[in-house]
Each structure stands twice: as C-alpha cells, then as structure tokens.
C-alpha cells in the first residue's frame, strides 16, 4: 500500500474548491479527495469519490433523476431535504437524520425544499462501491445526538452491524469542536473494526482547525496518510466531517455523479 515517503508530508491541504456549479436556487461545490494528494491520478481516494457542498433555496425541486453504481449520502446539518423516490419513500433528511442511497444498478429519487422551508446547505458523499449493478436500496436512521468535541459514528462499511452502511470500506464521522478543544482524528478504538493502515480525509464545514502544523478553514479539507492520527484543535467554534477509508479497497468508477 502506497503511504507518505519521508520526503512527502503526512497531511495534504487542499483549499476551497473552485469546481462548482451554479443552477440558480441549486448550487453545488464538489471537492475531490484525490486532489488533496500531489500526483495523485484519480480525482476520488480509494472508495471516497466526491463530497459535494450543496445548497437549495426554499421552493426549490430537483426532478426525479437516476444514480447507478453509487452510494449517495445526505448529512443535513440544519435545515431539511426532502426525499421522494416513487416506491412509497417519502423521506425528510435532517440533523436528526442521515439518508444513505445505495443505487446500485439503478435508483431514481428527488429533493425538494419547501416554500416554508430554511435554505438549505449540505453534503452529498458519494462513495464507490466494490461491484456494479448491485441491488439498489435505501437506509434512513435517526442519529444519535451529538455529543461536544466527540467523533459520531455516521455510517460504515456493509460488513458491520451500524445501522448505516455503505457498499465499500469507508467509516463516516462528524466533530462539534468547541473552540481550544481537541480530539484526534477519527479510527482508533472499537468502533472501526480493524482499520490500520487506512488514510483520513476530513472537511471543515464550518469554522476552523489546526492539525500538523497547519491552519484549516471553513470549506477546507485535509486527507492524513501518515501513521498515529494527529489531533484536531479548533481556533474557533468549528464542525468537521471526517471519512476513514481504505485507499486499496477494490473499486468501481461508473458512478453516475462520482465515478
């Protein structure tokens, strides 16, 4: 498994991403975890394709669409998404819940915001599974509720018993860190499984951090390739979604969004 040389830094800075795209009421920032890493031939890290930054104003509907060969998951801070797939799932994606749609081999869905609902800003996590044309599906679960300056567990890979799972080796979690405070980076203890020699890549949201000696803003991200997880510490009020991944997990590419 290729890691960090002693030549080559263990935290790769990426800044904010200039890849976006404005629809109007829909826009999206899409950040591509394989850009954080100098050389690196592919856009995505191992299973972690894309994590994109999406806004919706009130009142706005995007029509139903179709994903193929593609975990789709939907972290809502604040706010609501609206979910319809037309096979009787009428779904809304809040802070109290996480929405995972694995489309296998074909899944169609929409989201909406309602006139009376608050703009919305989110992540969409689009994650690679191991196969193609897998059996589409859906998960939608109430999150257990934050706890100050500790990682929660937001999903993980299929052979676990989480409630939220995606079809390839990737651990998803999400940090409130209070200003001063710090916590390493998620992936030590029993909540992982066996995950050594596996990399992190992490997104400010909101606030900012140092780790390793560097500063990380709002909208920035970090992908660590070294060995002990170095410490997050706010310099202010900060939420960060972090992923524990493995970069030689066995992959797909024919995403409909991620590839």
Known sequence: MEHATESEPDLHK???TTASRDQGAFRTNFNFPGRNRPDHEDHGYGPLSTVVESF????TLIPMHQHRDEAIVSWVPAGVMRHDDG????????ADHLMVMNAGGGFRHSEETLADDPPLRMLQIFVRPHDLDLEPGIQHEPLPDPVANEWRHLFAPAATDHPLTVRNAV???DLRLDAGEGVPLPGDGESTGDTDGWDVYFYVFEGAVEAAGQTFDRAESGLWTGGPAPTLTATEDAVVVAFRLDPEAPITRQGTIGR
């Open 14 to 16: 990426a800044p904010v």
């Open 171 to 173: 651990h998803c979690y």
């Open 87 to 94: 096979e009787g799932n009428r779904l809304v994606t809040d």
């Open 56 to 59: 919706m104003d009130p009142g």
